[in-house]
């Protein structure tokens, strides 16, 4: 089985301050992970992922996250908040086992607010 | 368009009634899935086509859901005898192979 676990729910930060979103994993294969965003009433957009190659993993958008397999962690980080990082972040993971390698699952989301 | 299109984007129904959301996937894209997010939770998978063929619909909640995609592009996710839990953003997502997903802004549904 596979599940993640987002350890804020929400994150307030000033703007041109460093964003850390945290997520810790589990999962029975060799996993895939993934950051997406989502701001109001929008859907879901992929920011980055980790798929077993390199484990400092560059996003879009200044995004990057670190795989660490011994602490089954992938959190996301940003060096500079801007007013429109400002949504809701969710770490996802896929098995990656052979027979459902297509069926994400995602964390319960962490709130960014960015104050001016 | 480029993206995932899905339609209508807001629906309102009373309690009982069938609903039938629709998503236009990236052309070309093999893959076609639907999830149900509720409000203030991740979304969670509910079924998965490759081209026509429902491969997985192991997270269909009851048999009140189904979801074709007859000439593989296409899908229709329909909910019959609608619940006040139905309510939820279902979210569609394409690719062109298994992992990488596009999702479309979703349809929000509210029962009333």
């Known amino acids: 089985a596979q599940s993640v676990t987002q350890l804020d729910s929400h994150v307030s930060v000033s703007e041109g301050t460093p964003v850390l979103l945290r997520c810790n994993y589990s999962?029975?294969?060799?996993?895939?992970l993934f950051w997406y965003v989502q701001h109001p009433n929008k859907g879901l957009q992929l920011l980055l992922k980790?798929?077993?190659?390199?484990?400092l993993v560059k996003g879009i958008n200044g995004f990057e996250a670190e795989f660490k397999k011994s602490e089954t962690s992938f959190h996301l980080t940003k060096p500079s908040a801007h007013m429109s990082d400002a949504a809701e972040y969710f770490c996802?993971?896929?098995?990656?086992?052979?027979?459902?390698?297509?069926?994400?699952?995602f964390g319960a989301g962490t709130t960014v607010t960015v104050r001016a | 368009g480029a993206g995932v299109s899905q339609s209508p984007r807001y629906k309102v129904a009373k309690r009982g009634q069938d609903v039938a959301l629709r998503c236009d996937p990236i052309s070309g894209h093999v893959s076609l899935f639907w999830y149900q997010q509720a409000l203030g939770q991740g979304p969670e998978f509910l079924t998965y086509?490759?081209?026509?063929?429902?491969?997985?619909k192991s997270g269909l909640p009851s048999d009140r859901f189904f979801a074709e995609r007859p000439e593989g592009s296409v899908s229709t996710l329909k909910i019959q005898r609608t619940q006040q839990e139905d309510s939820a953003v279902y979210l569609c997502?394409?690719?062109?192979?298994?992992?990488?997903?596009?999702f479309g802004d979703g349809t929000r549904l509210s029962i009333l």
């Open positions: 086509f490759q081209n026509e063929a429902q491969l997985d």
């Open positions: 980790y798929t077993s190659a390199a484990t």
């Open positions: 997502a394409s690719s062109s192979g298994a992992r990488i997903k596009h």
């Open positions: 996802v993971v896929s098995d990656g086992g052979v027979s459902n390698d297509y069926k994400l699952s």
């Open positions: 999962s029975s294969y060799s996993p895939s």
